[in-house]
Structure formats: structure tokens, C-alpha cells
């Protein structure tokens, strides 16, 4: 799965901007996480077409910065601790995470986690997490 980072100036209409930019070409949001950081706003978006998403998003005024990149999508136990636990073996094994965030839950019983180690990193955070290729 694919995640897009977007860095663009921190100002009132921007999410509702690039909310409207993506939605309005038939691009589904599937998961986002948005936050000021200063004079920047960064955005980190899951959808069900990261490619046509980023052209749509090339084309926005005020942009700064867009990357893709891959995440790792876990399906943990949704029970207290278990995000613990997860992180805990990525931090055993000095993996640095550029972001985590709930995707959502496919059921009462499990939560999905979208896991973005630094991208020199992504291979050591899937074997800490006993993921294979």
C-alpha cells in the first residue's frame, strides 16, 4: 500500500482544497492523517488510486513538497497494549518510524495500522514484524 505525503503552507482551506481536488476526480480518501507543523501543513493520505491522486495533487497551487511511498499495513488485535507491543518490536530493532496511524478496524476483533519506517529502513521493520515479500 501506498502513502502520500503532502507538504503545503498551514492555511485555513487547504484540506478542504485537496480533499475536493482528489474526491472530485473519483479518488477515494481511504485513510488520512493532517496536521499543522508551523508554517507547514502535512498530510499523509491513503487512497484507492495513489497514482492518479498525485497527478491530480502535481497540479495544486502551494504545494511544497509530494512524496509516495510504501507503508506497512499490520492487522493487530484491537485490545489495549497490542499497538504497544507492535511498536515495541520495531523499536527493538532501532527501526525509526516516520509515521503510524489507525486505518481502521475490519471487525470488532482487529485494527489496521498503517507503519511508514524512513524509507532505508523498510526491510528491517518487515523482518522485525515477521513479514515476508
Do not use: C, W
Not at 64 to 91: F, H, Q, W, Y
Not at 101 to 123: C, N, R, W
Request: aromatic share 4%.
Amino acid at each position: 500500500m501506498k502513502e502520500i505525503t503532502v507538504i503545503v503552507e498551514n492555511r485555513i482551506g487547504t484540506l478542504a482544497n485537496i480533499a475536493e481536488a482528489i474526491g472530485g476526480a473519483g479518488v477515494n480518501i481511504e485513510a488520512i492523517a493532517a496536521y499543522g507543523q508551523g508554517v507547514n501543513a502535512i498530510f499523509r493520505i491513503v487512497t484507492t488510486d495513489p497514482v492518479s491522486a498525485k497527478r491530480i495533487l502535481d497540479k495544486q497551487v502551494g504545494i511544497r513538497e509530494i512524496t509516495v511511498a510504501d507503508i506497512l499495513v499490520i492487522k493487530m488485535a484491537n485490545r489495549p497494549g497490542e499497538l504497544g507491543k507492535l511498536t515495541r518490536k520495531l523499536s527493538n530493532r532501532k527501526v525509526d518510524l516516520e509515521s503510524v496511524y489507525i486505518l481502521g478496524k475490519t471487525d470488532h476483533a482487529f485494527t489496521e495500522v498503517a507503519i511508514k519506517p524512513v524509507e532505508s529502513q523498510m526491510s528491517l521493520a518487515k523482518d522485525a514484524l515477521g513479514i515476508k515479500d
